[in-house]
């Protein structure tokens, strides 16, 4: 379940809830999760220069789900103006301000637009299927069918990492704090997960876990080999 690494020593640990021949395959569709903050983009962009196309869940909701024709009128008709720009188009800020206050108009806001997601998924996987995918999943186990995906990356850092790295974009402490609590807890993400790898270092400790990890589970492309005693 862990990928772990002491940069002093170059020792890695790999946990896997199941035996790691049941997830090696010529293509994969990697399900890339985490708390908000925890550096997701950061791990798929990593795993995107060791060969994975990348396809950002979050990316695809504010270009072309909130932009969708249908998508803009059902949240116009259900919200009214105010989640409107003056253009009319979707404010996102001001969304944000009413779903993660309200528990029952998250959950409309969400079923209204994963399908949308999941059709968007499938045209891209469609297109190129001979290919290995990184999909970064926000709402991965709370959410989306985890049979889409070969195995699932849970990326993890501290709580109070989580808290400075949103306020860094923005959010104060209070809102970062509400937002991260309307998501499965961090522990439990990990302990779902096939794989964690943990963001709190510098990026070529992050990159060091990922470069393994991808050695490990695609032996094609491997620098390294994986024997047992590095299990």
Request: aromatic residues 8%.
């Amino acid at each position: 379940m862990a990928v772990g690494c002491d940069m002093a020593t170059d020792a890695f640990i790999y946990l896997l809830p199941r035996p790691l021949e049941d997830i090696l395959s010529p293509a994969m569709i990697l399900g890339i999760t985490g708390g908000l903050g925890c550096g997701k983009s950061a791990a798929a962009r990593e795993f995107e220069r060791r060969g994975f196309r990348r396809l950002d869940s979050d990316e695809l909701v504010r270009d072309r789900v909130l932009t969708d024709p249908a998508v803009l009128s059902a949240l116009r008709d259900h919200f009214g103006p105010g989640v409107l720009t003056l253009k009319g188009a979707i404010d996102r800020v001001a969304l944000a301000g009413v779903v993660f206050v309200n528990d029952a108009e998250r959950i409309w806001l969400e079923k209204l637009t994963h399908p949308v997601v999941f059709d968007l998924w499938r045209s891209a996987l469609a297109a190129d299927p001979g290919t290995d995918w990184a999909l970064e999943v926000p709402l991965l186990f709370e959410q989306f069918p985890e049979n889409w995906f070969d195995f699932t990356l849970c990326v993890a850092c501290s709580y109070g990492q989580q808290l400075i790295r949103l306020e860094q974009r923005g959010l104060n402490r209070t809102l970062a704090g509400q937002r991260i609590s309307k998501q499965l807890p961090l522990a439990r993400k990990i302990e779902l997960a096939d794989f964690v790898v943990w963001n709190e270092g510098s990026a070529r400790f992050l990159q060091a876990q990922v470069d393994r990890l991808v050695d490990s589970i695609k032996p094609s492309s491997a620098r390294i080999k994986l024997t047992p005693a590095t299990l």
